[in-house]
């Protein structure tokens, strides 16, 4: 966002930069898109405006804690949508001397492989990102760290 743009908005909405820093810091631990987040951001911020009572406290306390109401309860939404989605098979034309690479992976690079395949944002994520969910995902399975970098190695020398 330009400046000129920040500007704009920050006439209609003074709390701009509140509210910027709680959807950065939804987007960046849970990699949803900013926009969406920003926009449930912004409609909770109205809304709190018509609740808010100048008695009970700070405006920015009040909005604070509506904004961090309302988009905990769009993430668990939006994590609920995606375990009900039914993983699909993807079929990829590959050259017929790159079809047996998937054949030659161990089985956990194969499991690595078809978790990272279902997780609907991770073509987007940067690698560390991706890494990092792997890592998480990984060890609430099970696998020890090493078991993890040994398989994660594995698929970045392919």
């Not at 330009?2 to 909405?13: E, P, R, S, Y």
């Not at 990699?31 to 909770?44: C, I, K, S």
């Not at 492989?113 to 279902?118: G, K, V």
Request: hydrophobic fraction near 40%; proline fraction near 4%; charged fraction near 30%.
């Amino acid at each position: 966002m330009n400046m000129k743009n920040k500007l704009k908005i920050k006439m209609v909405i003074p709390d701009i930069d509140l509210i910027m820093k709680i959807v950065w810091s939804y987007h960046h631990t849970t990699g949803l898109n900013w926009d969406d987040l920003f926009q449930e951001a912004v409609l909770a911020y109205f809304e709190s405006l018509k609740k808010y009572d100048p008695k009970r406290g700070k405006i920015t306390t009040f909005i604070w804690h509506c904004l961090q109401s309302r988009l905990r309860n769009y993430v668990k939404k939006e994590y609920e949508f995606y375990e009900k989605i039914e993983p699909i098979e993807i079929s990829i034309d590959l050259p017929e001397e790159k079809v047996g690479i998937f054949e030659c992976l161990s089985i956990d690079a194969n499991k690595i492989l078809s978790t990272l395949l279902n997780f609907p944002d991770s073509i987007s994520m940067d690698p560390g990102k991706i890494k990092k969910k792997i890592n998480d995902f990984f060890t609430e399975v099970g696998w020890n760290e090493l078991r993890i970098k040994s398989v994660i190695n594995e698929l970045e020398s392919i």
